[in-house]
């Protein structure tokens, strides 16, 4: 009996029983995705990435080397995680005390993107389209495309979906790239 897989894992990695690999996605070097995982279409899992169990990412998801993502987490479809980010799912972790009951939830919008070395504090969300800077610690839920940098994490301007800062003229702005347009009304943007 020959088994033709539509996704690639290479020699290295781990994959544990009862994980979802959607075709095209590729898991390389010493990653280790835990059991009851799900991975999109097209996924590119980097070198040395945790996925803790019950993980669920999106299409088209781009994880970086080094990157930790433990169980509470969820990503939309074309979700970008940056090098060595980390997303915890306890609030107060200690190492005699058992929490597993009391992980956090964490969602990433479609498009997100989250910058190098960046740390996701659980139980905050990050909406559309959103840029978290490198390094940035989010300790509280990020806005749909707000740019967010820093420790703790502030809101300095607006992206566009092609990751470009919005600049606004009477609460309009233009992507440079794109062209699309942006309204910013009470302090939310919406691609109109």
Not at 38 to 56: A, D, F, H, T, Y
Not at 127 to 143: H, M, S
Request: charged fraction near 15%.
């Amino acid at each position: 009996m020959i088994i033709l897989m539509d996704y690639f894992i290479h020699p290295t990695a781990v994959v544990e029983e009862g994980c979802e690999i959607g075709a095209g996605t590729k898991i390389w070097h010493f990653s280790h995705i835990m059991p009851n995982c799900r991975l999109g279409k097209n996924c590119n899992i980097g070198q040395n990435v945790v996925i803790s169990p019950e993980v669920i990412l999106g299409n088209n998801v781009k994880v970086q080397n080094n990157v930790s993502l433990y169980t509470g987490v969820t990503c939309g479809d074309d979700v970008f995680l940056g090098p060595s980010c980390v997303f915890t799912n306890v609030t107060n972790p200690r190492s005699a005390v058992n929490r597993r009951d009391q992980f956090a939830k964490t969602h990433v919008g479609q498009g997100a993107s989250v910058g190098a070395n960046a740390t996701i504090v659980c139980g905050h969300d990050i909406g559309d389209f959103a840029f978290i800077g490198a390094g940035a610690v989010v300790t509280k839920n990020v806005p749909p495309y707000a740019l967010v940098v820093g420790n703790p994490a502030r809101q300095i301007g607006w992206m566009s979906e092609y990751g470009h800062r919005l600049n606004f003229k009477d609460n309009i702005a233009i992507c440079l790239e794109s062209n699309d347009r942006y309204e910013l009304s009470n302090n939310q943007v919406k691609k109109i």
